[in-house]
């Protein structure tokens, strides 16, 4: 998905909350603001925003010193997922239903969401697009899936799907996460919990989404080769939404104006989509 004008402003917003987060003085805040303008400025309109983002935060972290500038709000996100009922996940529907409601969690995202809100408000609240039947269908015959990770804290969430799956199916689960520190995303370390219910897989993806033009050989292997492949978020669904050939299950919160309009849904709403 390409980037819009409101892309360029949403960018210019998390490097100002990057600021605010790492605490860092007026001169500092300007310099990395004024570094992000500039890599807008020389960006292509026909970049999807993980690969701008990814060249925004590298210049954060080549500035600041900084490797993983949002390691705070991570450890956060994900203490406070840990502290979440989950006696409220009484079928695989409700483990997908949980599963996306952890989506909230996003720094990087246009619209911030109160998780404990959201769980109250969309547990029992209808998908605007629901492909559940198709994927439960898709499992029973399933002996491998690629489950493509997003935001660290969301993935004690999507533990909880991957675990409501092992346990009414005999399926292999691949877990994927990102190579390197990008905004709020999971990577090997933040993986960890889960190692136990899927195996972790390091992409060597440096945007926040699972991008192939960056994606190393072993994971594009496991990605093509699967017998389903689930994307959480939307980082996801703008890095392989119309790029990618083969049927995958896009998952996430509509949490912007532009990915609002490309799929046809409101802000807010919940999307399982088969595409």
Not at 18 to 35: E, F, I, N, P, R
Not at 130 to 154: C, P, Q, R, S, W
Not at 210 to 237: C, P, R, T
């Amino acid at each position: 998905m390409h980037i819009k004008p409101d892309c360029i402003t949403c960018i210019m917003n998390q490097t100002l909350n990057v600021t605010k987060l790492l605490q860092v003085d007026d001169a500092m805040a300007k310099k990395l603001l004024d570094s992000t303008a500039k890599i807008l400025q020389d960006a292509s309109m026909q970049q999807t925003p993980p690969q701008i983002a990814k060249d925004t935060y590298a210049k954060i972290a080549e500035i600041t010193g900084v490797d993983d500038p949002v390691k705070k709000a991570k450890l956060h996100a994900t203490q406070m997922a840990l502290e979440v009922d989950t006696s409220v996940v009484e079928n695989l529907h409700d483990a997908i239903k949980f599963a996306v409601i952890g989506n909230v969690i996003d720094f990087g995202s246009q619209k911030q969401l109160d998780l404990n809100e959201t769980i109250a408000t969309h547990l029992h609240r209808a998908f605007g697009i629901d492909d559940f039947e198709a994927f439960e269908k898709e499992l029973k015959d399933a002996k491998t899936m690629v489950y493509i990770g997003d935001n660290t804290g969301e993935h004690i969430f999507d533990k909880k799907l991957i675990e409501t799956i092992k346990a009414l199916y005999n399926i292999e689960i691949y877990y994927f996460v990102r190579g390197k520190p990008i905004i709020n995303d999971v990577t090997c370390d933040e993986a960890a919990l889960l190692k136990e219910v899927a195996t972790i897989v390091d992409t060597g993806v440096p945007t926040p989404g699972y991008d192939l033009g960056y994606a190393n050989a072993y994971s594009k292997k496991l990605f093509e080769e699967a017998d389903i492949v689930l994307a959480k978020g939307m980082g996801n669904y703008e890095s392989l939404y119309d790029v990618t050939k083969r049927t995958l299950y896009y998952l996430f919160i509509v949490k912007c104006s532009v990915v609002s309009q490309d799929i046809g849904q409101p802000v807010g709403e919940l999307v399982f989509s088969r595409h």
